[in-house]
Structures are given as C-alpha cells and as structure tokens.
C-alpha cells in the first residue's frame, strides 16, 4: 500500500486502550485497574477480620507475581475470580463507565464525520467512541455480541451507517465482556472472524491507542497475520518513546511495504496527520486523572462490597492459592470459619464455595478424617466438634448438600478412597458423575474427573481412565482452559504408563510442559515451571527404564502435588 493509503480511501480504525486512558477520559489501563480491584478486595477482607490478616504481604506476593513473571496475568486473576462468583464478576468493570471523551474519539468521530472511516474495531470496552460519534452527528450501529456479529455477517459490513464492533463486549451490557483467559483462549464467534477477514480485504486499517501485545502472545491475533497476502494493509501509530511489540514488528516484516510503522504522539496525531479542525472535547467537570482514579476505585468498592464477605474470601483464597501461598489461604478460610463468620455468612452460593475451598485446604494440608469417636454419652462432644473442624470431609459433605457443587462431591469420594473406603468412594463417584453428566456442565465435568482420578488409580482402572481423562483434555481445550488441560495431561502420562504405552505417556509430558513453556497463566506452570519440568523427566526415566508403572504408582501423590505446590 503506498505511503498516502490513509489519505486516498475509508479507513478501518482499531482502537485500543491507549485512547480511554488520556486525559481527560483517564481511564486506567489493564494493569492499573487490576491493582485497584486488588486492593478494594485486599481491604474488604482486613475491615472483615478487624486486621488480623497480613493482607498487605498477599497483595505485594500477588502484585509482584503479576509483574514479575507471565504466570498471572490479569485475564487469568479475572478467570480464577469469575469461577468463585460467576457473572457477578463482569459487573466490576462498570465501574469505569463514563461519558468524559477525549482527543482520540473527537479525532475519529471528526474523520467519521468527512467520510473517511469505514468502520471502527475496539477492544474497549467503555462507551466513549459512541459518545463522540454521537456528539458530532454520525450514524453509526454497535455491534458487541455474537448475536450482533451475526446479524453483522448477514447484512454485510458496507452501511449507512458506520459499524463499530466492539470485539471484547461492551459495558452496557455485562454478559457480553470477554475478560478471562479461558474467554480469550476459546476464539471469537465465526460472524466476527468472517467480518474482520472482510475489513482485512477491502481496507487500509490504523492502529490507534494499542499497544500489540497481543500479537506477541497470539502472532495471529483476529486473523491478521493470515490474511497478509490479500489485506489492503495497515499502519501502526506506536508511542514515542516506548519499545515496539515485537510482535509487531513481526507483523509489519509479514506485510512488508503495505504495512508503515509510526512513532508519534497519541493525542496530536490524527489532528495533525488529517489537518483536522479545532477538536470540540465534552466538559470534562473537574476531571483529572486522580479523580478518575478515585471515582472508579469508589465504584470497585461498592462491587466488592455487594459481592459480601464470604465471595470477597473466595476470590482472595483462590488468588493466594495460584502463588504458592497455600497456607496464607488456609489460615484465611480456618479463621473464618472459627473467628470471622457471622449468621448473614451462612447463606448464597458464596457459602456452598467457602465450605468447598476450606475442605480442598483441608484436604491438601492432610485433615481428613475425623480420629475421634464420639462417645455414646456425648461427654466429648466438644473435643469431637473440635476435630470434625478439621476434617475436610465434613466441608465438602456440606458443600454438595448444601449448593449441589458436583467436584465437592468428587472431593469427597477422594476423601473416602484415602480413608480406605474404596467401596463408599466408588458409590459417591458414580452418583457425583451421573448427576454432572445430567446437568450437562462440561467444565464441572473435567473437574470431577479430575478430582476421583486418585481412586481410580487405587482400583487399577488404568485403561478406562486413559480415556476419561483423553476426553478430559479434550472438552478442556475445547472451552479454552488450559489449566485444566494442563492438569488433565498430567494425569493421562502417568496412567498412559501405568499401561504400558510410554510413547503416549511421554507426548502428553511434552504438551503439558508446551503448555507450561507458554507464557499462558497456569496453576501448572504458576506453582512452578520447573516442578512440571522435574516431574516430567522423572517419568520419561521411568518410562525408558521400563519402570513406568511401578515409578508411577509410587509418585501418585507426587505428581499432582508437584502440579498444584510446586514441589520437585
């Protein structure tokens, strides 16, 4: 595309981040927002335990392993918290609703205004591209759901009006947000691909506000790395002064002279590149960056707060739990339990989780099983309730009455296998997965699985659950879950050489540790790369040795504790 392609046909504009976070929007960035939710969920749990929890060292702990290494990104942190409290979670992100536009949108709704956008992509999801273009008088329709998409794939891109696609959701509209790993791995609806590859074809596109690091992590992020030979090509406005995405520049090497990278500055250049007149911005009120900062932290607070304190230790446990801080997690949900909990606490689906968490903490610290035998007379109660608190057993008992959670269940029946009641284990497993299967829950389905793998293991049911767990592995990267994935492989190696087949064994090491390898935020790979790796080569030994089964059999435990703990 030659040099003048921004000035000689409509344009696809893609917006990033960068465009909200300028003043006088001053949304904050992804980082940023999540160190806010961070600390609003770190101070709902020291005002609910009168500040007897070291809630600062799990916030820095938490902090640090986001910005020190790739295994905890925000999208997985927003993973871990959509699974303690669902939907509820896509709320948080009103909290940056706003109707404050800036200098980008003003610029974009101006060139919209002469004729020369032909449509408009963002990643936002806040409203202030459609609070410009409706300002300045132009005609444009939202699309943000795959329903949407479709209608969009139907009707084709070319309109009256301008199409803005908002590809991660929009704010109105909180079951529309994509935010979580799992979310972002599982792939875009068909229609948006379909319509995206079309806008590829037909024109120039400019790059605004985004960074590309998703081109790092994904080099073909929306199809445009595969759409190189017939894409009309695109230019890249990078900010002066920050290193370009190397997969960027990736990006721009495919596409050779009909992709143009430039330096320049966010807020000036489309006014200056365009000759655009005199920008009319809204009242921005008083608007700062530090009042924008704390409005949003404000609206953060109220979310967590409605969440209630139980969901808030949820959340918090599950974080703590992802960066080795086992036992931080653990004392959080005892003293909970024994200290913190009121009667207004006992109730929801919050509750059914806490009973489910505290009884995996339990669990994976050794309390299962109750040593005490309460006496006919009852005379020691007290020294029997004492212990029963320790018994994971109980917890997950009262997790699966109580909110019908199905890997509770599961954990229970592992429980009772450990216990050596392989019958009982076996009887509680089949009525956990028949009730799983019936509820047609396919991630509930990996986890109970997962979760009765260890009394499969003692029965010798080796070859049926190779293919348990084969469909395990499959159904989780089918959803996009490669923790699960991960975990599930992990298992399948070890069983894969409980039979024999040490081949199949060692090429589901090799993608468990791909996945590992990969940047992506596992619990695998959180706890310890190298503890996945270790693991790994032990049993490749093994395996050449032809020791697999026996080496296996006597690892059971180590494995997956090496997986969870990242222990070697």
């Not at 030659?2 to 990033?16: K, N, R, Y």
């Not at 927003?78 to 992100?93: K, T």
């Not at 990278?261 to 911005?281: E, H, K, N, Q, R």
Request: hydrophobic share 45%; aromatic share 8%.
């Amino acid at each position: 595309m030659p040099p003048d392609a921004l000035h000689t046909e409509p344009l696809v504009i893609f917006v990033g981040a960068g465009a909200s976070a300028v003043a006088p929007s001053s949304l904050p960035g992804w980082i940023d927002f999540n160190s806010v939710l961070l600390e609003s969920l770190g101070e709902q749990v020291a005002a609910y335990s009168r500040r007897r929890q070291p809630v600062d060292v799990m916030l820095t702990a938490l902090k640090a392993r986001r910005d020190q290494t790739a295994f905890l990104p925000p999208d997985f942190q927003a993973q871990l918290m959509e699974e303690e409290v669902g939907a509820e979670y896509f709320r948080v992100w009103q909290s940056i609703d706003t109707d404050v536009s800036g200098p980008v949108h003003a610029g974009i709704a101006e060139l919209a205004a002469t004729g020369r956008v032909a449509a408009i992509i963002t990643t936002n999801f806040d409203r202030l591209i459609e609070v410009a273009l409706q300002a300045r008088g132009v005609a444009f329709t939202v699309h943000h759901d795959a329903a949407a998409f479709d209608r969009l794939a139907t009707a084709g891109v070319a309109s009256a009006c301008i199409p803005v696609l908002k590809i991660h959701g929009s704010i109105e509209d909180a079951a529309s947000l994509v935010d979580t790993l799992r979310q972002r791995l599982t792939g875009r609806p068909a229609s948006l691909q379909a319509a995206l590859r079309a806008l590829l074809v037909q024109h120039h596109w400019l790059f605004l506000g985004f960074s590309g690091a998703d081109f790092s992590y994904d080099p073909n992020y929306l199809g445009i790395l595969d759409a190189a030979d017939d894409a009309r090509g695109f230019t890249f406005l990078a900010r002066e002064g920050s290193p370009v995405q190397q997969g960027v520049t990736a990006l721009v090497a495919r596409y050779g002279d009909k992709a143009t990278l430039i330096m320049g500055d966010l807020c000036t250049w489309l006014s200056d590149s365009f000759v655009l007149p005199a920008l009319a911005l809204p009242n921005a009120g008083g608007r700062t960056p530090e009042l924008a900062r704390s409005m949003v932290r404000d609206r953060i607070d109220a979310w967590t707060a409605s969440l209630g304190p139980i969901a808030v230790v949820n959340i918090l446990c599950a974080l703590l739990r992802t960066v080795t801080m086992d036992d931080h997690a653990y004392w959080l949900l005892r003293k909970t339990w024994r200290s913190y909990r009121s009667g207004s606490d006992t109730r929801g689906s919050s509750y059914a989780r806490y009973t489910y968490n505290y009884g995996l903490s339990l669990m994976e610290h050794g309390f299962i099983g109750n040593p005490v035998v309460r006496a006919a007379d009852c005379s020691n109660l007290a020294e029997w309730k004492d212990a029963a608190d320790h018994d994971a057993t109980q917890f997950f008992q009262r997790s699966y009455d109580m909110g019908a959670l199905h890997v509770a269940g599961a954990q229970l029946a592992a429980c009772e296998a450990y216990m050596g009641h392989v019958d009982t284990a076996l009887g509680i497993a089949s009525r956990v997965t028949d009730g799983v299967i019936a509820s047609g829950e396919s991630l509930a389905y990996v986890d109970v699985a997962l979760a009765c793998v260890p009394i499969y293991d003692m029965i010798g049911a080796f070859q049926q659950t190779v293919s348990q767990l084969q469909s395990c592995a499959s159904t989780a990267q089918r959803l996009g879950d490669e923790p699960r994935r991960a975990l599930a492989l992990v298992h399948l190696a070890r069983f894969l050489c409980m039979t024999g087949q040490f081949d199949l064994s060692a090429a589901a090491l090799d993608e468990a540790q791909r996945i590992v390898a990969g940047a992506a935020a596992l619990p695998l790979s959180a706890r310890s790369p190298a503890a996945g790796q270790r693991t790994g080569r032990r049993c490749r030994a093994d395996a050449a040795a032809g020791r697999g089964e026996r080496a296996a059999c006597a690892r059971r435990h180590a494995t997956v504790h090496a997986c969870r703990h990242g222990t070697s």
